[in-house]
């Protein structure tokens, strides 16, 4: 069977995409690997009518209303790989089976790179997090810390002092502000501390101490991180699709790679802030720009 379309990635941006595409009468396949980057959190926040709603329960609500269209399929399995051979894909998942599509939408997402420090991990997406716009209003006025590593960290200071003015900039023994951006924080009373970090302490995910190689330690209640981010498979680069200068996949205003019949839309493509909401809309606008082109083929 000749699928019109392929989803690979069950985020915001492969659910909304599908239900565009199914509600157009196209036979779609959606492939959930159920491996998502905000899987970590509590709570997802910023869409409204889905505040503060468990990522896990939000891909249960839209799997539930997919499930209304009978275009649309649901599979939970990883794609292993993917080929264009003639005007059509194929498709090879890790289970060993094989499925054909007209085209394809990658709604991949990214990866979570974070900086090299113990118990990191244990923390984020507990009580550090980093995203504020996700989750400064649950930590406004609190205790709190910005781990950073790069030229983003100035940006994110300014940021999260939105929220809270107790804050305290950790650069991990990275020399990343310079005079002029040390000078801006100081006069806001926000504290730098440049030296390196010996390893995160506190109890089930909860923040309470950061101790440093020089003996110091400072409290926190929590904080914010900034992590690299990475294409979450190597599926676009298979395909041959072009990255942009920081890394996403590139595309038009409608998804549209520089691989004739493939799609992409949400956090892969690094140029909108990571938002459910943004990744949904984008999902839906992929859509919108395939079933333009699926109109014209008809013609």
Same mark, same amino acid.
């Given at each position: 069977?000749?699928?019109?379309?392929?989803?690979?990635?069950?985020?915001?941006?492969?659910?909304?995409?599908?239900?565009?595409?199914?509600?157009?009468?196209?036979?779609?396949?959606?492939?959930?690997?159920?491996?998502?980057?905000?899987?970590?959190?509590?709570?997802?926040?910023?869409?409204?009518?889905?505040?503060?709603?468990?990522?896990?329960?939000?891909?249960?609500?839209?799997?539930?209303?997919?499930?209304?269209?009978?275009?649309?399929?649901?599979?939970?399995?990883?794609?292993?790989?993917?080929?264009?051979?003639?005007?059509?894909?194929?498709?090879?998942?890790?289970?060993?089976?094989?499925?054909?599509?007209?085209?394809?939408?990658? &709604?991949?997402?990214?990866?979570?790179?974070?900086?090299?420090?113990?118990?990191?991990?244990?923390?984020?997406?507990?009580?550090?997090?980093?995203?504020?716009?996700?989750?400064?209003?649950?930590?406004?006025?609190?205790?709190?810390?910005?781990?950073?590593?790069?030229?983003?960290?100035?940006?994110?200071?300014?940021?999260?002092?939105?929220?809270?003015?107790?804050?305290?900039?950790?650069?991990?023994?990275?020399?990343?502000?310079?005079?002029?951006?040390?000078?801006?924080?100081?006069?806001?009373?926000?504290?730098?501390?440049?030296?390196?970090?010996? &390893?995160?302490?506190?109890?089930?995910?909860?923040?309470?101490?950061?101790?440093?190689?020089?003996?110091?330690?400072?409290?926190?209640?929590?904080?914010?991180?900034?992590?690299?981010?990475?294409?979450?498979?190597?599926?676009?680069?298979?395909?041959?699709?072009?990255?942009?200068?920081?890394?996403?996949?590139?595309?038009?205003?409608?998804?549209?790679?520089?691989?004739?019949?493939?799609?992409?839309?949400?956090?892969?493509?690094?140029? &909108?802030?990571?938002?459910?909401?943004?990744?949904?809309?984008?999902?839906?606008?992929?859509?919108?720009?395939?079933?333009?082109?699926?109109?014209?083929?008809?013609?």
């Amino acid at each position: 069977m000749l699928l019109d379309c392929i989803i690979v990635g069950g985020g915001p941006a492969g659910l909304n995409a599908s239900l565009v595409l199914g509600r157009a009468r196209k036979n779609i396949i959606l492939f959930d690997e159920d491996k998502p980057r905000n899987g970590v959190t509590h709570e997802s926040h910023g869409f409204i009518t889905r505040d503060g709603t468990t990522p896990s329960e939000f891909k249960r609500i839209g799997k539930q209303e997919l499930a209304k269209y009978p275009t649309i399929a649901i599979k939970n399995e990883k794609v292993e790989d993917v080929k264009k051979e003639n005007d059509s894909f194929l498709i090879h998942t890790e289970g060993g089976d094989v499925y054909r599509s007209k085209k394809i939408i990658l &709604a991949t997402g990214l990866k979570d790179v974070l900086p090299n420090i113990k118990g990191i991990e244990e923390f984020y997406g507990k009580s550090l997090f980093s995203c504020p716009f996700c989750d400064g209003w649950e930590w406004k006025d609190q205790a709190l810390a910005v781990i950073t590593e790069n030229e983003r960290a100035f940006h994110l200071a300014k940021l999260v002092s939105n929220w809270s003015r107790n804050l305290v900039i950790c650069t991990n023994g990275k020399k990343v502000l310079s005079n002029e951006e040390k000078e801006v924080l100081n006069n806001k009373q926000i504290t730098i501390m440049e030296d390196r970090i010996a &390893a995160l302490q506190g109890n089930n995910g909860q923040l309470e101490k950061i101790l440093f190689n020089n003996g110091k330690e400072l409290l926190r209640n929590g904080g914010f991180v900034t992590a690299d981010l990475v294409q979450a498979t190597s599926l676009p680069e298979k395909l041959g699709c072009r990255f942009n200068a920081i890394g996403g996949i590139d595309t038009d205003d409608f998804g549209r790679t520089n691989i004739e019949g493939v799609y992409a839309c949400g956090d892969n493509s690094l140029i &909108a802030p990571a938002q459910l909401i943004i990744a949904a809309s984008e999902g839906s606008r992929a859509a919108i720009g395939m079933m333009s082109e699926f109109v014209e083929e008809d013609f």
